[in-house]
């Protein structure tokens, strides 16, 4: 079974630091890309950073950028999002997840979601 695990969350003051992390088991970095989301109240959910499975490659969404960093460790099976200089517009739940492409010769999308975490920014 897949799990994701995503803690980290808590309140903060606007200007501060949080490191959310994601422990997965049932995946390997390998084969999955990792991804964070977010959704604040009363907005849609959006992407906010993904780290490829292949290479280790870094995304980020204009609003984050800069501010935040995502890493991976192999050991633990953990993805980590290390949050800076937080806004309070950077409030909502964020979730991990992990997909993957996989399959010959009709691929197929896997796609699974851990339970969220909540980050509160106060001005």
């Known amino acids: 079974d897949v799990q994701l695990q995503a803690s980290g969350g808590g309140l903060v003051q606007a200007g501060g630091s949080l490191r959310l992390s994601c422990a997965a088991s049932?995946?390997?970095?390998?084969?999955?890309?990792i991804a964070w989301f977010r959704k604040a109240p009363g907005k849609e959910r959006e992407g906010v950073s993904c780290?490829?499975?292949?290479?280790?490659?870094?995304y980020y969404k204009d609003p984050v950028k800069g501010r935040f960093t995502i890493s991976r460790d192999n050991a633990p099976n953990t993805v980590y999002l290390q949050m800076g200089s937080l806004k309070p517009e950077d409030t909502a739940v964020y979730y991990c997840?992990?997909?993957?492409?996989?399959?010959?010769?009709?691929?197929?999308?896997?796609?699974?979601w851990g339970q969220g975490t909540l980050v509160t920014v106060s001005s």
């Open positions: 997840n992990a997909h993957a492409l996989l399959g010959y010769p009709e691929p197929m999308t896997f796609n699974y």
């Open positions: 780290i490829n499975n292949s290479d280790g490659a870094t």
């Open positions: 049932g995946v390997s970095f390998d084969v999955y890309s």
